[in-house]
Structure formats: structure tokens, C-alpha cells
């Protein structure tokens, strides 16, 4: 069993911050890349960010530094801080994972329940 359990969502007026987190947790042998999805009302899923086990970052275009991933490899979690937030940003965010079990000899891919983030004034 293994679960990501996402936490730091909620109601922020445009410009606001929010600091989202996520903790991957179970019987995890390994974890590689950890990133950051959202959904918008009547939107595709669309991905914001990603973080390598090394720490390499990637941002979609949108983010346009104001948001910054980082992780704790120790407590296999992973951080997204949102700055400057507006409007366009409301959405369901999910936290992902690239993991191997203790249980497999492979990697797959693991996705947190989501965190609400709403932005409004």
C-alpha cells in the first residue's frame, strides 16, 4: 500500500501565496520524479511542475516564476509554493509520483486525491 497525501489548499485573494504539500508514504523502495498537475473547471489536466530525485526542475510555461517545486528526499515529499496567485489559477491540484515498491522490480506512477486551490477575491 502506498499513498500521497496532498495538503496546503484552500480560498486566496489574487496576489496571495499558498505553499501546497505533498507526502508519499507506504512501503516506497524508491522514489524518482515528483511533480505538480492541476485541473481547472472544464479543463484537460496540465502539468505544472516536476522535480527530479536529483533536484532538476521543470516548469510549464504559465508558471512564469512565480511558482517553485522542491522536495525532501528524506520524508519522500514534495513542496509546491505559489506565489502571485490570480484568478486562472483555481484549480484541483495533484501531487505525482514515479515510485518503486518494495513489493515490484518496477517503477509506476502514484497520484495523490488533490487539493483545492481557489482564487478569488
Known amino acids: 500500500q502506498v499513498q500521497l497525501v496532498e495538503s496546503g489548499g484552500g480560498l486566496v485573494q489574487p496576489g496571495g501565496s499558498l505553499r501546497l504539500s505533498c507526502a508519499a508514504s507506504?512501503?516506497?523502495?524508491?522514489?524518482?520524479?515528483m511533480g505538480w498537475y492541476r485541473r481547472a473547471p472544464g479543463k484537460e489536466r496540465e502539468l505544472v511542475a516536476y522535480?527530479?530525485?536529483?533536484?532538476?526542475?521543470n516548469y510549464a510555461d504559465f508558471v512564469k516564476g512565480r511558482f517553485t517545486i522542491s522536495r525532501d528526499n528524506a520524508k519522500n515529499t514534495v513542496y509546491l509554493q505559489l506565489n502571485s496567485l490570480t484568478p486562472e489559477d483555481t484549480a484541483v491540484y495533484y501531487c505525482?509520483?514515479?515510485?518503486?515498491?518494495?513489493?515490484?522490480?518496477?517503477?509506476?506512477?502514484?497520484w495523490g486525491q488533490g487539493t483545492q486551490v481557489t482564487v478569488s477575491s
Open positions: 522535480i527530479t530525485s536529483g533536484g532538476s526542475t
Open positions: 505525482n509520483a514515479y515510485m518503486r515498491l518494495v513489493s515490484n522490480l518496477y517503477y509506476s506512477y502514484y
Open positions: 507506504g512501503s516506497i523502495f524508491s522514489v524518482n520524479n
